[in-house]
């Protein structure tokens, strides 16, 4: 029995480590396990705070991005129809100018074309007069000289050349 004495022997060491270990936990439990799980569960409630946040501004900044594309999307359209409405613009004028630059020139060639006319009217009242006054010089030299028909004929041919280059000099 002695042998087996050894196997069942009760230690007293193994036990009073147990009991301390138990008023350990039982003391950490009162005062330490508590704050830390709240300390825990707060950190991790912080945690999830943040990345919510973060979504949340991801979310904002793309939205806002999405608007900025939509509003440089509608200026770039704008400014395009600025453009063209411009063109549109400066063609009309252009051809208003043109019309008025051709209406000018017509009155302007019309009134060149009047001024002309006027020109030969008064002219061929010239060379009338100036024919009528030869005219009447020739009548006065044929009367002066009588002359036979060929002879008369001969002198207005004279005549009408002497009057012809008097008017070409002038």
């Not at 051809?95 to 000018?104: D, F, G, K, V």
């Not at 006027?118 to 005219?135: G, S």
């Not at 002066?144 to 280059?165: S, T, Y």
Request: proline letters at 0%; one cysteine or more.
């Amino acid at each position: 029995m002695e042998h087996y004495t050894q196997l069942i022997e009760f230690n007293w060491t193994i036990v009073f480590i147990w009991v301390n270990v138990l008023i350990l936990f039982l003391i950490l439990k009162k005062f330490f396990f508590q704050k830390v799980r709240n300390f825990m569960v707060a950190r991790q409630n912080s945690i999830q705070e943040s990345l919510d946040n973060a979504e949340n501004v991801t979310k904002e900044a793309d939205a806002l991005l999405a608007d900025y594309k939509d509003r440089i999307a509608n200026v770039e359209a704008e400014s395009r129809e600025i453009v063209r409405d411009a063109k549109q613009r400066a063609e009309a004028q252009a051809q208003l100018i043109l019309a008025e630059a051709n209406e000018q020139a017509a009155a302007r060639l019309q009134q060149a074309e009047q001024a002309i006319l006027r020109e030969k009217e008064l002219a061929r009242a010239e060379m009338q007069d100036e024919i009528a006054t030869l005219a009447i010089y020739a009548a006065e030299r044929i009367l002066e000289r009588e002359l036979d028909e060929e002879k008369q004929r001969a002198f207005v041919l004279r005549i009408m050349e002497e009057a012809g280059r008097k008017q070409c000099q002038n």
